[in-house]
């Protein structure tokens, strides 16, 4: 029996959707950073029944690159005068993390389908504004990318815990760890990414809360900057952990690192009353093993990007087909609202050296 690792639901979905699927939906791009140009490739060339019409960024290059190299006609440097002009059907927001929010509330008030990149809003004000708007346009397709739900390894754990595979899962133990070749330059978006907690974390919260059906209680971060102390003077940190609570007793430790000098090593280990699953516990290239001089060793994956570029081009596929087929996602605004809300309970804790108590 062929085992299903989650492509060949995907393929055999697209298959189905182009029988159904009349028109291409007119999708507008907004950033095309280092995300952002991966997103609009998969939306270019990838992505069934989508046609990438218009792209936005306040980077000329990127426009001109945006030009020439996928060749889109409608460039606009002004996300305003894009949403007034292109005819959209949807908008894909990749821009920076500070500007999800306005930009998702101003698209959704126009009447198009909204795609925005994590975190949803960097402060829960704004995402409790934005849950209002999407609230008020229920007709309209809200996609929060929190990519990894979208990995065929982890929806595939997701099934199976919901098949009972491990029992009850009572603790999520699971990271966030980038290359200290990054760091440096990580500095400079702390103000606008909100953070190594609301930055990285954000995805293992939405992991915690997704396998163990459960709401955050309680938050005890520790951290420091051990390698840059430049993190210490925007007051954030370099390698952190936290300690997490939820509401019916469970449990989550969730840590992030900017300074492994291996690879991009997220990974995600879920106990259960019956069982433990464990995912990408080895960041792994491929499956070559090599043994040579320097012993038995596998290479490594080295960006986020190389590891979920499966899931990035699935989240997309399917909120074009969330589109066409009248469907909403599985990631909701109230989602996105959670994670923000925990990973500021997060940031607090580190700053306050204290437990935090969420409402
Ligand atoms: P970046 O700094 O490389 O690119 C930002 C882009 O936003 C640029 O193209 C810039 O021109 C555009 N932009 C900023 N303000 C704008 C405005 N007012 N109007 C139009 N365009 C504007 O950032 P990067 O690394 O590509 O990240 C973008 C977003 O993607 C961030 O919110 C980040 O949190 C998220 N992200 C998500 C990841 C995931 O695993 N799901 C991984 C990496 C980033």
Redesign the pocket.
């Known amino acids: 029996m062929l085992v299903d690792t989650g492509w060949q639901t995907f393929n055999k979905r697209l298959q189905k959707k182009w029988s159904i699927s009349m028109s291409a939906v007119k999708i507008g791009i907004?950033?095309?950073?280092?995300?952002?140009?991966r997103h609009a490739a998969n939306l270019r060339f990838r992505v069934q029944g989508a046609e990438l019409k218009a792209a936005?960024?306040?980077?000329p290059e990127?426009l001109e690159w945006a030009r020439t190299e996928l060749g889109i006609a409608e460039t606009y440097?002004?996300?305003d005068e894009m949403l007034n002009e292109a005819k959209l059907d949807a908008i894909f927001l990749?821009?920076?993390?500070s500007?999800?929010a306005v930009?998702s509330m101003k698209a959704l008030s126009k009447g198009l389908h909204v795609f925005t990149?994590?975190?949803m809003g960097v402060n829960l004000e704004e995402c409790k504004k934005v849950e209002n708007v999407v609230g008020e346009h229920g007709d309209q397709v809200f996609f929060v990318?929190?990519?990894?739900r979208f990995d065929p390894s982890y929806s595939y754990a997701k099934k199976l815990i919901d098949e009972g595979v491990i029992g009850e899962p009572f603790l999520v133990r699971s990271q966030t760890v980038d290359l200290d070749e990054y760091a440096e330059f990580q500095v400079d978006?702390v103000p606008s990414?909100g953070g190594i907690f609301l930055?990285c974390n954000v995805?293992d919260i939405d992991l915690a809360r997704w396998f163990l059906g459960s709401e955050v209680k309680t938050v005890y971060a520790k951290g420091g900057s051990y390698v840059h102390k430049a993190f210490e003077e925007v007051n954030d940190a370099d390698n952190t952990i936290v300690l997490t609570t939820f509401e019916d007793g469970k449990m989550a430790v969730i840590a992030a690192s900017r300074t492994a000098f291996h690879g991009h090593d997220t990974h995600t280990e879920i106990t259960g009353s019956k069982g433990i699953l464990k995912i990408g516990m080895t960041p792994a290239k491929n499956r070559v093993e090599i043994f040579d001089v320097h012993g038995a060793r596998q290479e490594c994956v080295n960006d986020?990007?190389e590891r979920?570029q499966e899931g990035?081009l699935i989240e997309a596929q399917e909120f074009v087909d969330c589109i066409l087929e009248g469907r909403k996602p599985i990631v909701s605004a109230i989602d996105g609202t959670k994670a923000t809300e925990v990973g500021f309970a997060m940031t607090d804790s580190f700053k306050q050296g204290r437990e935090i108590v969420l409402d």
């Open positions: 907004v950033g095309l950073g280092r995300l952002g140009k936005c960024s306040i980077v990127e440097i002004d996300y990749v821009s920076s993390s500007m999800h930009q990149e994590k975190p990318g929190f990519v990894r978006f990414s930055d995805h986020f990007f979920f990035f």
